[in-house]
């Protein structure tokens, strides 16, 4: 299973854009990219999910070189409500489970 | 439309005695999956229950059981505990058969478990 390096921590202000990077060097031909939010004492949240060049939804963006060995979660505009972790998961499409680092501690500030 | 539902919030149990964690899975969701949560850490999965069987496991002792109901509710039973199954207990539901599901599973709120 490909593992991931993420950022131990992040910290932006409000109204500014935030680029999570994830490394997945070994990344398979059949592994999707996905991310996921939690805040504390919540479970948590399937954010967005690609498998090559750029996917965007009303959240978040995701970058994906075409090596793939990479990808960039890109918050637009945080908020003080963006506190959270991030986690960048790669595995097959639809698995069963989901295979979880330490994430990136997100820290948002006024 | 209820989300994923867990039961209890919290509970408190000593060494050696057993536990049993209860979740409903979100309207319409067939499959439910375990995860533990130790502090400061992601969640590692325990298993996954579709069709009242288990249907993957990931590395957990035997102490670590599960049952899935009829109406695809899930408990979590733990066996024997130790001081080291103190964490948060996820219950995340989903729809085995939706083809675009992909990899987002709905998680619960958890329980927080402390082993004394």
């Known amino acids: 299973l490909a593992k991931t390096t993420q950022p131990i921590s992040m910290d932006s202000y409000e109204g500014q854009e935030v680029n999570i990077t994830c490394s997945h060097n070994n990344i398979a031909t059949n592994d999707y990219i996905t991310w996921y939010q939690q805040f504390p004492s919540q479970g948590p949240r399937f954010i967005i999910q690609?498998?090559?060049t750029k996917v965007t939804n009303e959240v978040a963006s995701l970058f994906i070189p075409a090596d793939r060995k990479s990808s960039t979660l890109s918050l637009p505009r945080v908020s003080l409500s963006d506190t959270a972790v991030y986690y960048c998961l790669v595995g097959p499409y639809n698995t069963d489970k989901l295979i979880f680092g330490t994430g990136t501690r997100l820290q948002v500030f006024p | 439309d209820a989300g994923v539902t867990q039961s209890p919030t919290h509970l408190i149990k000593t060494r050696g005695q057993q536990v049993t964690l209860r979740c409903s899975p979100k309207?319409?969701?067939?499959?439910v999956s375990w995860y533990q949560q130790a502090l400061g850490q992601g969640p590692q999965f325990i298993f996954q229950?579709?069709?009242?069987?288990?249907?993957q496991r990931g590395n957990f002792p035997d102490r670590f059981s599960g049952h899935q109901f009829p109406n695809y509710s899930s408990e979590l039973n733990v066996n024997a505990l130790l001081l080291g199954d103190s964490a948060l207990y996820l219950c995340a539901s989903s729809l085995l058969t939706d083809p675009r599901a992909g990899d987002e599973q709905f998680f619960g709120p958890g329980t927080r478990l402390t082993v004394l």
């Open positions: 309207s319409g969701h067939d499959t």
């Open positions: 229950y579709y069709e009242e069987e288990e249907r």
């Open positions: 690609g498998y090559k």
